[in-house]
């Protein structure tokens, strides 16, 4: 099946403790992004990624590392979480940024920095 | 600075009404605009609408984007529970590189 898979799907941490949220997709895509969800701001862009080792900050990338050494996999990185990072994150995938096609989404991690 | 912004915030109607519900968007260099469904989870695709004036349509739900004008409307007929959820319209900017989400309108269905 077709699919964006992250890991986890909850997490609760806190401050200063640094994580990891995986996220692959199986679909051979070649864009890949990270998004957080908030209450009245929707989702918006943190870090994106073209292709193998091309990655770009979107709107909100303070707070995040990424990194893409393999087509199927975009992790997301918090360093040093603060409670200010407590959100819920998708992950996305295209097939490649030069198409009109649309992104898909993974399920979510919802992640509470205490 | 580029931003979509959706209208109205929410909306409940009964099973069976039509509902509207708008996109304006402020983005630099326009590719695409994208209507999502969104219930409690990821966002699934609805339309993607690249040109003026196109209706895209799928069963009880249509979108058409008004490039000039830059909106785009979604319309659902003969509402069910089912479409109870967060709309969510997103742009696509520049290069394809950049998507901008507005918040989203929730829609509550009412038999």
């Known amino acids: 099946e077709a699919q964006v898979t992250q890991n986890p799907r909850y997490l609760i941490t806190v401050t200063g403790k640094k994580l990891t949220v995986t996220c692959s997709q199986n679909m051979n895509h070649e864009y890949m992004s990270w998004y957080r969800q908030d209450p009245g701001l929707g989702l918006r862009q943190i870090y994106y990624?073209?292709?193998?080792?091309?990655?770009d900050k979107g709107d909100v990338p303070e707070g995040y590392k990424v990194s893409r050494k393999e087509k199927r996999n975009f992790p997301l990185i918090l360093e040093s979480p603060s409670p200010n990072q407590t959100s819920l994150y998708f992950c996305a995938s295209r097939l490649r940024l030069s198409s009109y096609n649309e992104q898909f989404f993974g399920p979510g991690t919802r992640l509470t920095v205490l | 600075e580029d931003k979509v912004v959706q209208s109205p915030l929410s909306l409940v109607v009964h099973e069976g009404d039509t509902v509207t519900l708008n996109c304006s968007y402020e983005?630099?260099?326009?590719?695409?605009l994208l209507w999502y469904k969104q219930e409690k989870k990821a966002p699934t695709f609805l339309f993607m609408l690249t040109s003026s004036g196109i209706e895209k349509k799928s069963g009880r739900l249509s979108s058409i984007l008004d490039k000039k004008e830059l909106f785009s409307i979604l319309n659902i007929t003969a509402t069910q529970t089912g479409d109870s959820a967060v709309y969510l319209c997103a742009v696509e900017g520049n290069t394809g590189n950049q998507f901008y989400f507005g918040t989203g309108t929730s829609l509550t269905v009412i038999p």
């Open positions: 990624s073209m292709n193998v080792e091309v990655t």
């Open positions: 983005v630099t260099n326009f590719r695409s």
